[in-house]
């Protein structure tokens, strides 16, 4: 009967070791590969999405807080210094100084003898002008004078008389001291102008005046 207890505890005792001794070849050699794929496994990286923040801009200081200092151009001669100091103007410029366009007009106000000539005439640049004028050639010449500098011109010539030549002349200077004359202009002032009562008067004379005379 012990015989048959000690046999079967032998027969459990080999079962018992061959699966150990099977589970320690075999099973340890299963498992092996399943830890080297587990390890072999690329890990996955996971990317954050990083936020760049930019930097505030920076103004820079106005030391002249928020007025506008744009430049403009000016021509010289709207600028004014104190002093006495002058700038030139643009139609000041050192250019021979030129006469054009003389021209001379007469007309005479109502009720009154004398007769009056505008005359006008353009310079190059700015120029003051006097003008010298005398009753055909024989007679005293008188001057009248241009008080400002200008490029277009005009003087009045007053007190002349009708149905009369005269003689006028021009003479320019520039601020450079430059001068220049005209040649000799004449004109003819027209016949005194007579009113219609006049010429009625005129004409009962012509035909009566034998009778006024006896």
Do not use: C
């Not at 005009?154 to 450079?176: C, K, M, N």
């Not at 010429?199 to 034998?210: E, K, N, P, R, T």
């Amino acid at each position: 009967m012990f015989k048959k207890i000690l046999f079967i505890l032998g027969i459990i005792l080999l079962i018992l070791l061959g699966w150990f001794f099977y589970r320690y070849q075999y099973g340890t050699k299963t498992s092996t590969p399943d830890l080297i794929v587990a390890e072999s496994k690329p890990k996955e990286i996971t990317t954050k999405k990083v936020e760049t923040k930019q930097a505030p801009k920076e103004e820079s200081a106005s030391f002249f807080g928020t007025a506008n200092f744009e430049s403009e151009s000016f021509r010289i001669g709207d600028i004014a210094i104190g002093g006495e100091s002058q700038f030139l103007l643009s139609e000041d410029t050192p250019d021979p100084l030129t006469i054009t366009g003389i021209r001379g007009e007469t007309f005479t106000e109502k009720n009154k003898p004398e007769v009056k000539l505008i005359i006008t005439w353009k310079t190059n640049k700015l120029a003051q002008s006097d003008i010298s004028y005398a009753k055909g050639t024989a007679q005293t010449k008188k001057v009248v004078n241009e008080p400002d500098y200008t490029t277009n011109h005009s003087l009045i010539l007053p007190g002349l008389e009708q149905s009369a030549t005269y003689i006028y002349t021009i003479v320019s200077r520039d601020r450079f001291g430059n001068e220049v004359t005209s040649d000799q202009h004449a004109i003819y002032t027209g016949a005194k102008t007579v009113s219609l009562f006049d010429l009625i008067s005129g004409a009962v004379g012509d035909v009566f005046g034998w009778a006024v005379k006896k």
